[in-house]
C-alpha cells in the first residue's frame, strides 16, 4: 500500500515535498517513482530511484529531486522553481526489482501551480 501527501496550491517558483509511505512491501527490494498526469493529458514519469540510482523526466531535471529512507519505507520528492505547467496529480509507483510495469500505486496527490 502507498500513500502519497503534501501536495497544495503554490506560486510559481515555490518549493513543495511530496511523501510518499509504503507499507506491506520489503521496500528496499522495489524501485520507486512518481508519475504525474495533467488534466487532458498522458500520464508522465517524472523521476524513479532503486539503490541511490535516479532518474529524472528532462521536464524537471535540476528542479526535482527524488530521495528515499528505507528505515522508514518512504520516498520523497522535493520540487523547487515550480512552474505552472507542473500542475497535475502526482502519483508515488513502486515495482519490484526487475518487473516490468508499476504493479503498486499511491492514490494521487493534488499539486496546483498558479503563476
Known amino acids: 500500500q502507498l500513500q502519497a501527501s503534501g501536495g497544495g496550491l503554490v506560486q510559481a517558483g515555490d518549493s513543495l515535498r511530496l511523501s510518499c509511505a509504503t507499507s506491506?512491501?520489503?521496500?528496499?527490494?522495489?524501485?520507486t517513482a512518481w508519475f504525474r498526469q495533467a488534466p487532458g493529458k498522458q500520464r508522465e514519469l517524472v523521476a524513479t530511484?532503486?539503490?541511490?540510482?535516479?532518474n529524472y523526466a528532462d521536464s524537471v531535471k535540476g528542479r526535482f529531486t527524488i530521495s528515499r529512507e528505507n528505515a522508514k519505507k518512504t520516498v520523497y520528492l522535493q520540487m523547487n522553481s515550480l512552474k505552472p505547467e507542473d500542475t497535475a496529480v502526482y502519483y508515488c509507483?513502486?515495482?519490484?526489482?526487475?518487473?516490468?510495469?508499476?504493479?503498486?500505486w499511491g492514490q494521487g496527490t493534488q499539486v496546483t501551480v498558479s503563476s
Open positions: 509507483a513502486a515495482k519490484f526489482l526487475g518487473a516490468g510495469e508499476y504493479a503498486h
Open positions: 506491506g512491501l520489503t521496500f528496499s527490494r522495489y524501485t
Open positions: 530511484i532503486y539503490a541511490g540510482t535516479t
